[in-house]
């Protein structure tokens, strides 16, 4: 399995951003950004293929962008006008395929998962 940290989460007001960073341990497959809030399930937030290609979730479309260094073995979700509701412990995760399948944003996809990144932001 590889290994995964991320960091870069925080408190910010409501319109801030932040930047998440997660260092994988080996070069990267697809890699997924999940958030989790208590007492709900985990949601996919975005998904990057090997070759770059990415998905979003509906609530974070045009605010978030996901990326990756493939040289750094980094995978960065730069998130922009946040809003209270975007307040979660944030996670990476590496899939085995090397693309976004079109279960991308369900869990079971993905294999390899960091320890998390709190994100608050507060209104």
């Known amino acids: 399995q590889v290994q995964l940290v991320e960091s870069g989460g925080g408190s910010v007001q409501s319109g801030g951003s932040l930047r998440l960073s997660c260092a994988a341990s080996r070069s990267l497959s697809s890699m997924g950004w999940f958030r989790q809030v208590p007492g709900k399930e985990r949601e996919g937030v975005a998904c990057?293929?090997?070759?770059?290609?990415?998905k979003y979730a509906d609530s974070v479309k045009g605010r978030f962008t996901i990326s990756q260094d493939n040289a750094k073995n980094t995978v960065y979700l730069q998130m922009n006008s946040l809003e209270p509701e975007d307040t979660a412990m944030y996670y990476c995760?590496?899939?085995?395929?090397?693309?976004?399948?079109?279960?991308?944003?369900?869990?079971?996809?993905?294999?390899?998962w960091g320890q998390g990144t709190q994100v608050t932001v507060s209104s």
């Open positions: 995760a590496a899939s085995a395929y090397g693309y976004c399948s079109g279960s991308w944003a369900l869990s079971q996809e993905y294999g390899s």
């Open positions: 990057i293929a090997h070759e770059g290609w990415t």
